[in-house]
């Protein structure tokens, strides 16, 4: 797992950087984080499949094998009452 978060962070720190936007009244720097953009049309893509996959995909295959495995060991214990 920590090796999926290490490759969103590196996908996430190469696509955006923080940039100096203003100063506040109290003299402090204002940042926002903008985007360096997409040198080339893969990189969208990939970065878009990536993210999709760590949001959606593998939180749901992880879901499906603890219900699974969980169901399968407790099969004998269901008690059902009329």
């Known amino acids: 797992m920590s090796i999926i978060c290490s490759a969103s962070l590196t996908l996430m720190l190469s696509v955006t950087m923080q940039v100096a936007e203003g100063v506040y009244p109290d003299g402090e720097i204002k940042y926002k984080c903008a985007s360096r953009g997409y040198t080339a049309w893969w990189q969208r893509k990939t970065y878009f ?34």
């Not at 949001?55 to 214990?77: D, F, K, Q």
């Open 49 to 82: 499949t990536f993210l999709a996959a760590y949001i959606l995909v593998v939180p749901a295959v992880i879901i499906i094998i603890v219900i699974n495995n969980n169901n399968s060991s407790n099969r004998s214990s269901i008690v059902i009452v009329a």
